[in-house]
């Protein structure tokens, strides 16, 4: 009986991933589907999967315009990002120095590990798409300075 329900078991996961294996999703960063828009013209979008459930990875595209930044943060998990268009500046610590922030330009791939504190932005229109696993919060050291802006 046992054997039975294994094989019941690795029928259903077969068909499972066979079944995922033929949704197809891609986007590129001209055509990400926006969900949000805050008044700043900073854009979020979730792309998979879900910010809010417990261990379960999620990603999603965040677009920055240029001049915009926001204030010194840290994320509840690592974020993996990609920087899709633009530039992507990064500091750390929890003042906010704009010539403290290094530049990941478009093809750069950057790690922020879970509760380190950071600043970002851009002077150029950018675009970063994300992974990370929920459920995801961000905790603001101040949210006056400078422009706060992001999910």
Known sequence: MKIHAIVLIISSLACTNASAATQHQGWTPDAIPWQVTAPDGTRYAQLEGKSDKGRAPFSYA??????VWD???SHSATARVFVAKGILRIGYGSSFDHSRARSYPAGSYVIVPAGVVHFD???TDTIIIGTAT?????TYVDRSSPTSAGP
Request: net charge negative; glycine share 18%.
């Open 62 to 67: 965040f677009s920055i315009p240029a001049g």
């Open 134 to 138: 929920g459920p995801w919060t961000t």
């Open 71 to 73: 204030a010194p943060h």
């Open 121 to 123: 932005g851009s002077d």
